[in-house]
C-alpha cells in the first residue's frame, strides 16, 4: 500500500525548533520531487517547500524562507523539514507530498504557543 507518514509535530515556544519527518512505503522516492505543505485553521493549504529529485533544487515559501530547511534522504524513503524559530503564525497541519502522482500524507500538527 502506498503511504506517506508524516511524524515530529508537537507543540513549541515561539522561537522553538522542531523536525518534522515524511516516511514513504509502497513507492521509492528517488526519482521524485517532493513537497511540505501546511493548513492553518481557517485559511488555505499553502506550499512550504519543495525539493528535486536529486536534492539539488529546493524552494521555500517566502514566510518560511531562511528558517525552514527541507531535505532528503533517498536511502531512508524520506523527506525532512526543519523548522527554526518557529512563529504562531507557523501553527497548522503539515502535510507532505508526491506531486506526480498526487500522494498525500496524512499530516501532523504543529502548534506554536507560548
Known amino acids: 500500500q502506498v503511504q506517506l507518514v508524516e511524524s515530529g509535530g508537537g507543540v513549541v515556544q515561539p522561537g522553538g525548533s522542531l523536525r518534522l519527518s515524511c516516511v514513504a512505503s509502497?513507492?521509492?522516492?528517488?526519482?521524485?520531487?517532493m513537497r511540505w505543505y501546511r493548513q492553518g485553521p481557517g485559511k488555505e493549504r499553502e506550499l512550504v517547500a519543495r525539493?528535486?529529485?536529486?536534492?539539488?533544487?529546493?524552494y521555500y515559501a517566502e514566510s518560511v524562507d531562511g528558517r525552514f530547511t527541507i531535505s532528503r534522504d533517498d536511502v531512508k524513503n524520506a523527506v525532512y523539514l526543519q523548522m527554526n524559530s518557529l512563529k504562531p503564525e507557523d501553527t497548522a497541519v503539515y502535510y507532505c507530498?508526491?506531486?506526480?502522482?498526487?500522494?498525500w500524507g496524512q499530516g501532523t500538527q504543529v502548534i506554536v504557543s507560548s
Open positions: 509502497g513507492f521509492t522516492i528517488s526519482t521524485y520531487a
Open positions: 525539493i528535486g529529485s536529486t536534492g539539488d533544487r529546493t
Open positions: 507530498r508526491e506531486p506526480t502522482r498526487d500522494y
